[in-house]
Nanobody
Framework: QVHLVESGGGSVQAGGSVRLSCVAS????????MAWFRQAPGKEREKVAS???????DYASSVKGRFTISKDNTKNTLYLQMSSLKPEDTAMYYCVRGSYYICTSSYDYWGQGTQVTVSS
């Protein structure tokens, strides 16, 4: 059974940094696309970043240059390093499994989410 468990969220002041982690279990982690999504109250869900088997990454324009997605296949763990945080980054952040090998628009398993709150 696939499990994705996020950690690392919390409250931080604007300009600060936070690193999110997601431990995956129940499947072979390394070949799958992985992504971080976020959703703020009253807003649509947004894909923040993704990473594929070749460690090719893609970012939403709103976070490009501030966030970095990475993974450690030896630990079955996905990371999101978030820097220069802004109040508009406040949201629930979700770790999500994508397609095999490449990243497409298909995502099938979601973690429970971890809250990030950025105060001004």
């Amino acid at each position: 059974q696939v499990h994705l468990v996020e950690s690392g969220g919390g409250s931080v002041q604007a300009g600060g940094s936070v690193r999110l982690s997601c431990v995956a279990s129940g499947y072979d982690f390394s070949p799958f696309c992985m992504a971080w999504f976020r959703q703020a109250p009253g807003k649509e869900r947004e894909k923040v970043a993704s990473i594929n088997i070749a460690n090719e990454t893609d970012y939403a324009s709103s976070v490009k240059g501030r966030f970095t997605i990475s993974k450690d296949n030896t630990k079955n763990t996905l990371y999101l390093q978030m820097s220069s945080l802004k109040p508009e980054d406040t949201a629930m952040y979700y770790c999500v499994r994508g397609s095999y090998y490449i990243c497409t628009s298909s995502y099938d398993y979601w973690g429970q989410g971890t809250q990030v709150t950025v105060s001004s």
